[in-house]
């Protein structure tokens, strides 16, 4: 893109100055419509070292009202953002709905810094690519405008700049080794860009090359594509997205119906079990720490299926210290107005660490599907983002368990009974969970749709037969057990 890139004219500066007013003024009705629409707008800017991004967005958002946006300056990932997926500082930071969010630098600049330092090979750099590439995808289509910008200078300006800076002592820190290599190295930094750039560029999270070498002309650059961006992105709200085909790899999984529920344990067993099992596993969560391996564990099931009380049998066994349980209710209304993923994104374990959640993602194509909290096609298209997600965290080199505890009709009833007639259990039964029982055979041909499209060979689904939960619970601890030793056999030294 770079290399063959034709500038458009600049203008005379009467007519800059006369476009860039009507582009402000545009930007400044957008806001309310942005606002009463619920439109999240992410804006990246991108570019060469000393091009203006930053002078540049500065000067944009005093034309927003400032209560209704964000910037961020990517700087160097933390230690504690080191032990995340590659994505999450990026994915935490995206717009409440009705708000702009503006980055100065993102997640291009994590991945051509680390190629051009050698952190990350061709393999791994063509996974993040389909990283970037899905996580923008996903954004899009659930009603984000991105709007991706790459500002360009040539090598003698940039130069002229850097000098600049350098000759006066009190703008000399702004400039960093890092932008002495680039000017250095220009040409091999352009050539990683371009690759970049075209590896990225997609219909719906175009990229929009900034002549940067006028900072006024630039800035009206800017201005003019934003507002066609969120013109275009206002009157295209209502459109539903196609659906992509499945390309991960399924397991096979038996329907609930054909699922036998009779499986049990004695007392004896049960206790003896474990001891063996969670002791097992108290050493394991040694070696996970060591070897820093997240491990994230989802529980779904039927209500009263006994979920809790399994969780807690895996719990018992973990360093307190190492792992965190999320009960998942429904979104508070921050986590309403964002991407349904991104408050399990920010829930995700450090490396070494477990995370158990109790109730899921998968809350979008069953309770939301189900109750009309979503809409038809948002739902649909969630079982691929889903397996798409859980990808990036198997990618990251996760444990993924995913536990559906199956119970019959009867059996619920029987807790739900017992619930009610027990005063110290009455907390657990609400009307929610009558009604949700209404909805039996409804929600069985939900969970039976998910379980055979969301069963990837990365991440399976284990059915736990939980009418005895002694049983379930064993079951559960086997498998994580099972599943944690086949990875830390994977990565030996």
Not at 104 to 127: C, F, P, Q
Not at 238 to 247: A, D, E, G, T
Request: include cysteine; charged fraction near 35%; hydrophobic fraction near 35%.
């Amino acid at each position: 893109m770079l290399t063959d890139w034709s500038k458009t004219r600049k203008p005379e500066k009467e007519e800059i100055n006369s476009r860039y007013k009507e582009a402000v003024a545009k930007l400044e009705k957008q806001q309310i419509t942005i606002k009463e629409k619920k439109l999240p707008v992410l804006v990246l800017f991108e570019g060469y070292d000393a091009a203006g991004k930053g002078s540049v967005l500065g000067r944009i958002i005093r034309n927003i009202d400032p209560r209704f946006f964000k910037v961020f300056t990517t700087a160097k990932p933390s230690e504690e953002e080191q032990r995340k997926p590659f994505l999450y500082r990026h994915f935490i930071k995206i717009p409440q709905a009705g708000k702009f969010t503006f980055l100065d630098g993102g997640w291009m600049t994590d991945v051509t810094n680390d190629y051009m330092a050698g952190k990350i090979d061709d393999e791994a750099y063509k996974l993040r690519i389909d990283s970037v590439k899905r996580f923008e995808r996903q954004l899009t289509d659930n009603g984000y405008l991105v709007m991706k910008f790459f500002f360009h200078i040539k090598e003698k300006e940039q130069k002229k700049r850097i000098d600049a800076l350098l000759s006066d002592k009190n703008t000399a820190w702004r400039v960093s080794d890092s932008d002495l290599w680039q000017n250095k190295h220009y040409k091999k930094c352009t050539d990683i860009f371009d690759r970049y750039l075209c590896d990225t560029n997609q219909s719906s999270a175009p990229w929009y090359l900034i002549d940067a070498e006028d900072k006024k002309w630039a800035e009206l650059q800017v201005l003019e594509y934003l507002v066609q961006g969120i013109d275009t992105a206002l009157k295209n709200s209502s459109l539903s997205v196609p659906l992509l085909q499945n390309v991960f790899p399924l397991k096979k999984t038996p329907k609930l119906k054909d699922i036998s529920l009779d499986k049990a344990l004695t007392d004896k067993e049960y206790k003896e079990q474990l001891k063996k099992y969670q002791e097992k596993l108290r050493r394991l969560h040694n070696k996970l720490y060591l070897k820093k391996i997240p491990v994230i564990i989802a529980y779904e099931g039927w209500d009263a299926a006994g979920k809790g009380g399994n969780i807690k049998r895996i719990t018992e066994a973990l360093d307190p210290r190492g792992y965190e349980v999320h009960p998942i209710a429904s979104p508070e209304p921050n986590e309403k107005a964002r991407h349904y993923l991104w408050r399990f994104w920010n829930r995700l374990p450090k490396t070494g660490h477990v995370a158990v959640f109790d109730r899921t993602w998968y809350g979008r194509v069953m309770v939301e599907r189900l109750e009309g909290f979503c809409s038809e096609n948002d739902w649909q298209r969630a079982y691929n983002e889903i397996n798409e997600f859980e990808k990036e965290l198997s990618d990251w080199n996760a444990v993924i368990i995913k536990f559906w505890v199956q119970i019959d009709k009867d059996t619920q009833l029987e807790r739900f009974t017992e619930r009610q007639n027990t005063p110290e259990k009455q907390w657990k039964i609400t009307d929610e969970d009558w009604r949700n029982r209404e909805k039996w055979d409804l929600y069985e041909a939900a969970v039976n749709e998910m379980l055979k499209k969301t069963s990837t060979s990365f991440a399976p689904w284990h059915i736990l037969e939980s009418n005895d939960k002694k049983y379930a619970r064993i079951k559960a601890l086997k498998i994580v057990i099972e599943e944690i030793e086949k990875k830390l056999d994977e990565i030996k030294d």
